[in-house]
């Protein structure tokens, strides 16, 4: 019989705890005032359209795309990573007009770390200044990216 290593459990501890974050995420901004759920589940990097994005929802006319991703340090090294890819995507469909606005969402505070600031300046110089000013990024607790999303909303409505 085979017993799961400490390494196994920590990590399905881990999905478990992203998941609902992810869920926490997504649900709540479907749940928002005057908000209309059009997709919400699982964005792939290599899609097009809204399928970039794990959430899409309508403001108003307006599009609003929602990633949520887990804040791993080790795509902070390597600037070919799947964060970096996902949100060039996430900036052309802004560009493109598939998305008005965009909030992609780290799972822990990453605000103070230099690595992360770093990371966002890098990128800001990859994309228009028109692009980036709708492309918001946001780490923290669910409640606290949900404030976020709510004062985004706020000012687009």
């Not at 609003?64 to 970096?84: E, H, N, R, Y």
């Not at 822990?108 to 990371?119: A, K, L």
């Not at 923290?140 to 999303?149: E, M, P, Q, T, Y």
Request: proline share 1%.
């Amino acid at each position: 019989m085979r017993t799961e290593s400490s390494d196994e459990v920590r990590e399905a501890q881990e999905k478990e705890r992203f998941t609902g974050f992810h869920d926490s995420v997504l649900f709540g901004v479907g749940n928002l005032d005057g908000v209309t759920t059009i997709k919400v589940g699982y964005g792939d990097v290599r899609a097009g359209g809204l399928g970039v994005v794990d959430g899409a929802y309508d403001l108003g006319g307006r599009t609003i795309g929602i990633c949520v991703q887990s804040a791993s340090k080790s795509w902070l090294d390597d600037p070919t990573s799947f964060i970096m890819r996902l949100l060039q995507g996430v900036a052309m469909e802004i560009a493109r007009g598939t998305l008005d606005e965009a909030v992609v969402a780290f799972d822990r505070d990453c605000d103070d770390e230099p690595e992360f600031q770093s990371f966002l300046d890098d990128l800001k110089l990859l994309v228009k200044e028109e692009v980036a000013a709708k492309l918001t990024i946001a780490s923290g607790s669910a409640d606290h990216i949900l404030n976020r999303i709510a004062t985004i909303l706020g000012r687009i409505a």
